[in-house]
């Protein structure tokens, strides 16, 4: 089972800062990587695909980078909205696997 | 309106069976990949089961496997999960979604809450 640890758990910012958020994996896995935002009360929506790609609906502040084992969740200037809990998970094989998230939070 | 929605939660006793229902619209069912995730109070999300678009492909989590089953009704564009033996650890919100691709998540329903107590 591949593991996605996400660090920080927490992360404390003002709206307008830059937010980076990383997954790594325990094994490689290329780039079949997701990352989801979900807000309290609600399902998750998916964000990132295949590590990269903008899923639709979010805006260009929102992207994703990485391979390999190395991954990268960056929101350019936080808005109001975009405070929330992310998660990244993987599809490289089974079982597919989730991190434990990075709450993104109002400091 | 592309939509999923979830029924069939509710209470059930240690060790009883429930069967969850994910009623899909605005798409073709047939389609698509179809997969339940959960979410115990306050913790992150878990990846439960998939089945593929013809039914002959399944996966499930280890802590499920030999207890739930997973399937689909293409006629009615409907999604199942059976869950027997179950324990206080499979509390959680389970949430049914549509494959993008087969391990991505591109639609997801609002979910619904299975409580194991006595």
């Known amino acids: 089972e591949i593991v996605l640890t996400q660090s920080p758990a927490t992360l404390s910012l003002s709206p307008g800062e830059r937010a980076t958020l990383s997954c790594r994996a325990s094994q490689t896995i290329s780039n079949l990587l997701a990352w989801y935002q979900q807000k309290p009360g609600q399902a998750p929506r998916l964000l990132i695909y295949d590590a990269s790609n903008r899923a639709t609906g979010f805006p260009a502040r929102f992207s994703g980078s990485g391979s390999g084992t190395d991954f990268t969740l960056t929101i350019s200037s936080l808005e109001p909205e975009d405070f929330a809990v992310y998660y990244c998970?993987?599809?490289?094989?089974?079982?597919?696997?989730f991190g434990g998230g990075t709450k993104v939070e109002i400091k | 309106e592309v939509q999923l929605v979830e029924s069939g939660g509710g209470l059930v006793q240690p060790g009883g069976s429930l069967r969850l229902s994910c009623a899909a619209s605005g798409f073709t069912f047939s389609n698509y990949w179809m997969t339940w995730v959960r979410q115990a109070p306050g913790k992150g999300l878990e990846w439960v089961a998939s089945?593929?678009?013809?039914?002959?492909?399944?996966h499930y989590v280890g802590s499920v496997e030999g207890r739930f089953t997973i399937s689909g009704d293409n006629a009615k564009n409907s999604l199942l999960l059976q869950m027997n033996s179950l324990s206080a650890d499979d509390t959680a919100v389970y949430y049914c979604a549509r494959g993008l691709t087969p391990g991505t998540f591109d639609i997801w329903g609002l979910g619904t809450v299975v409580a194991v107590s006595s």
């Open positions: 089945l593929k678009q013809d039914g002959n492909e399944k």
């Open positions: 998970q993987h599809r490289y094989n089974w079982p597919l696997t």
